[in-house]
């Protein structure tokens, strides 16, 4: 071997061209909140990978790579954050090559159901359209139920209203890729159209001072009650409701006050209706009873009438007695007169529905025409310088005597009347002033009589 001699080796590396890497992911889907992996997958001398979202390296707590940076992790995904796109870059020291951009589809919710643009409240007969809506990717899965009972697997619901359609409404979103599930319901409530309501009484008669009530009787969703009494709203003391508002009670009736008319009124969210006026028939009286339109004292032959008047509702019945015994059952009782027809009259006023009776009293004399008086005397023989007396002598109803002497009314202190004026004392005889005639007269209201000429022969 010569001297200064070297040996020298060349190690020699050869490297063929990357294939394109393509993106394989841990999953078949990706859900919001959970993690997710994606792996460069690519084969030949790859030296190094690299990832980029959006065009720029990884960064991030919630990013993970695994140490030869192959795979790439991200926890607990949001649909905003993490949908990319992604590309894996592969290299060696000659060659380099990326994969098709890799944008994730996240799926997420259903968030939040909302059941939107629909009121709480219909009419029978109108169209209902409950929409429900709800975020969610893929498009969440809709199941709508009343009461519990499916009825319909879509977004939108409608029906033409009844009543059989009120009740509670859910709607139910579901995504089968995230396995989320959220509920919202809905009240609807259906109002029918109120039939016309009536007044029902508590009693068959309405009677003064008693207390009294009304009943608005009606069928159907009525959540209010309302009454009017000559058009306007109930008020006083004395008028009480029910705490429903449906009965009306009126303490202590009064005639003028309470007669009405009365009016309930019925009504729902959506309709409205009236009964027909009711007025208010009060009973009352009789009030006091009083004989009117005639005299105490009548002739025998002539026409007694007598009436009785008592205000009461309805009129009342009329009972009348002469001396306690019943003479009539009318309001006016007539008869011509005669003796036995004097007495006591009492008019009975009575109210079968009030069960009040007032009663009036009314005293009748009767007069028959006198029969013609005549003059006795106290002795057989008038004798001068002695007393003399004469009486009025008639039978009948006599309210008064009076004497005349030669056709005067007797003065002078030596003549005397009984207290009744029934008798005349002549006091010391005279044969010259004394020998009359005289007469006696008898009267009463309506009759009067005179004595024949009666002369004194003084002895």
């Keep these: 071997m010569k001297k200064n001699q070297h040996s020298h080796f060349l190690s020699i590396l050869c490297t063929a061209p990357l294939s394109k890497p393509t993106i394989v992911t841990s999953n078949n889907t990706a859900v919001e909140t ?3 992996s994606m792996t460069c997958n690519a084969t030949g001398q790859i030296h190094a990978y690299q990832w980029f979202i959006n065009g720029v390296a990884p960064a991030g707590h919630r990013i993970q ?5 192959r795979t790439l992790t991200l926890r607990s995904l949001t649909r905003f954050d993490n949908k990319g796109p992604y590309v894996c870059e592969i290299e060696n020291p000659l060659f380099r090559d990326r994969s098709d951009p890799f944008p994730l589809n996240v799926t997420y919710g259903p968030d939040i159901a909302t059941i939107v643009r629909s009121a709480g409240v219909y009419p029978t007969g109108v169209n209902i359209t409950l929409s429900c809506v709800a975020d969610s990717n893929p498009p969440a899965q809709f199941t709508w139920l009343q009461n519990g ?3 319909s697997n879509s977004a939108i619901f409608s029906v033409i209203s009844s009543l059989n359609h009120a009740g509670t409404y859910t709607c139910i979103v579901s995504n089968s890729f995230t396995g989320l599930t959220h509920t919202a319901t809905k009240n609807i409530i259906i109002y029918a159209p109120l039939s016309k309501p009536t007044i029902i009484t508590s009693n068959n008669t309405a009677v003064e001072t008693k207390d009294f009530s009304m009943t608005c009787n009606a069928t159907g969703q009525i959540p209010a009650y309302r009454w009017f009494i000559n058009g306007l709203a109930p008020g006083g003391n004395r008028i009480q409701l029910s705490p429903d508002k449906r009965t009306l009670t009126i303490r202590s009736l009064r005639r003028t006050e309470n007669k009405g008319p009365y009016v309930c009124e019925i009504e729902n969210p959506l309709f409205r209706n009236r009964s027909d006026p009711f007025p208010l028939n009060v009973t009352y009286g009789p009030d006091i009873a009083t004989i009117v339109h005639s005299a105490d004292e009548y002739p025998t032959g002539a026409n007694i009438t007598l009436s009785c008047v008592a205000d009461s509702n309805p009129a009342a019945q ?3 007695l002469q001396n306690g015994q019943p003479v009539s059952n009318s309001a006016t009782f007539s008869i011509i007169a005669s003796l036995s027809d004097a007495g006591t009259y009492t008019c009975t006023a009575s109210n079968l529905f009030t069960g009040l009776t007032r009663t009036a009293t009314k005293n009748i004399t009767i007069y028959a025409p006198l029969s013609k008086p005549t003059i ?4 057989i ?5 002695k007393e003399f007396s004469l009486t009025c002598q008639a039978t009948g109803q006599i309210h008064a005597y009076q004497w005349f002497i030669n056709g005067v009314a007797p003065a002078g202190r030596r003549l005397q009347l009984s207290p009744d004026r029934r008798t005349l004392t002549l006091r010391r005889l005279t044969r010259r002033y004394n020998k009359g005639p005289y007469e006696c007269k008898i009267r009463n209201p309506f009759y009067s009589n005179r004595s024949d000429p009666f002369t004194l022969d003084v002895a």
């Design 149 to 151: 009972q499916s009825v």
């Design 65 to 69: 790579l695994s140490p030869d940076r």
């Design 34 to 36: 959970k993690d997710f």
């Design 376 to 379: 006795v005397t106290s002795n």
């Design 381 to 385: 023989t008038a004798v001068e310088t």
């Design 318 to 320: 009329f009972t009348w």
